[in-house]
């Protein structure tokens, strides 16, 4: 295909009136596909089916002869907990279990650390006179809207392809004691799908920061969720903290959230057992113990990772071809054009999308008029706001191929459309 750029402005009078004609064909279709977040599909849940019957009237029993229906096991179940740890190269005593979401865990631990600080720390963090926070962009609008909500100022940090930019991260953390953490999302980052090298992990674990107390906020959401037969590796953060001398700076979290049932998985925080101490100590105000009978019918299922490992290859079987309906409509409209470029993720769920600049909230807009919700312009960006206006997330797990096929041609027309109106302004 052409580029768009060596077109005439008598080429792109023409191809604005054709896009036009199949924007307004899509208008009359009556279309109602949503991706605005990513979802498990029914399918997927449905793998997790048999977790509803689980474990049983009679099955209450954890293996050292906990009674699940009672109170207590403030932390977890210990067969649980060497269940996470086995998935995230840890040791038991590096877990502790929480609820259903692992985005209540990150809250909570930021929490605790403005009203009582962390090990390492001064002071509590509510003390300082400024907060200010790491936003790897584009990032997950979740992590950033938490920290907003809290009171620290997003500190925007570019992302590179196999991490965000180092040289940034380094520079701001060192030079600034308000800077108190960074969101990581390491394995098949949301939503360009990066997974962190080596060499970033060990930048991470080894710079010097201005506070003390600085804290990586490492959400391994999608530790199992691959796409491929041959799984891309993620160093190890925790051992490399710990190496570095540096053993307190991360919080590790996963769940089993997009593996299990969406609303009713397992979640976990993770790290230093100095760390997780601290954490007890507080938990235990807040909670006589999580859902035990919850962990246990995830263990009856899940019996170990050799378990998770092949539930999760049934998945990506179901997400593979949605997956691949997403590059082939995009490469079948937009190879070429110089308009566009877009990720082809290893694993995760999303593919990031960059479009012409001062386009992508008119994409989104053009999008929605005939039907395809997508997310929100800006949203994976510090405070909704992306500063170039080109990025836009795809979600494409939750509708069906087909549908997913049919939204990404309207998609990719929608740029085509919002890219000639600009070159033709």
Not at 160 to 174: F, H, I, N, R, S
Not at 181 to 197: F, H, K, L
């Amino acid at each position: 295909m052409t580029s768009y750029l060596e077109y005439s402005q008598e080429s792109l009078h023409s191809e604005l009136k054709t896009l036009q004609q199949r924007y307004n064909n899509f208008q009359s279709a009556g279309l109602q596909l949503d991706m605005t977040r990513g979802k498990p599909a029914p399918q997927q849940l449905d793998l997790a089916n048999d977790l509803l019957g689980l474990p049983g009237a009679d099955d209450y029993r954890s293996a050292d002869g906990t009674d699940c229906r009672n109170y207590g096991g403030l932390d977890g179940l210990p067969e649980l907990k060497d269940l996470f740890a086995e998935i995230l190269e840890l040791q038991a005593e590096n877990i502790i279990i929480g609820g259903n979401a692992s985005l209540a865990l990150m809250h909570d631990a930021l929490v605790r650390a403005l009203l009582f600080g962390v090990p390492g720390g001064e002071r509590p963090w509510r003390d300082e006179e400024k907060l200010r926070f790491l936003c790897p962009s584009p990032g997950y609008d979740r992590h950033f809207a938490a920290v907003e909500h809290l009171g620290f100022e997003l500190m925007t940090v570019e992302m590179a392809t196999d991490g965000p930019d180092m040289d940034q991260v380094e520079w701001l953390a060192k030079a600034d004691p308000a800077v108190k953490g960074i969101w990581c999302v390491p394995r098949y980052s949301n939503p360009t799908g990066v997974t962190y090298s080596d060499e970033v992990v060990r930048r991470l674990a080894t710079m010097p920061t201005a506070a003390t107390d600085f804290r990586i906020f490492w959400d391994n959401a999608y530790a199992e969720h691959h796409l491929t037969d041959q799984p891309v590796t993620l160093a190890n953060i925790l051992h490399a903290c710990t190496v570095a001398g540096n053993s307190n700076r991360v919080l590790l979290f996963a769940s089993t959230s997009k593996i299990s049932l969406a609303g009713s998985g397992v979640a976990v925080i993770a790290g230093s057992v100095e760390n997780m101490n601290d954490i007890r100590t507080h938990i235990q105000f807040q909670t006589i113990g999580p859902d035990k009978i919850n962990q246990l019918r995830h263990l009856r299922k899940y019996r170990d990772h050799a378990t998770i490992r092949e539930h999760m290859q049934q998945q990506a079987g179901l997400l593979r071809p949605k997956f691949a309906a997403v590059q082939q409509a995009l490469s079948a409209e937009l190879e070429g054009t110089e308009i566009a470029e877009w990720t082809d993720p290893e694993g995760g769920y999303f593919v990031s999308l960059d479009i012409r600049d001062g386009c992508a909230k008119r994409v989104v807009a053009l999008a929605g008029a005939v039907g395809v919700k997508l997310t929100a312009a800006g949203a994976p960006f510090p405070y909704g706001k992306d500063p170039r206006d080109r990025n836009i997330r795809i979600a494409p797990t939750f509708p069906a191929v087909g549908d997913v096929r049919q939204a990404m041609e309207i998609l990719a027309v929608c740029v085509k459309l919002a890219a000639v109106e600009s070159l033709l302004a």
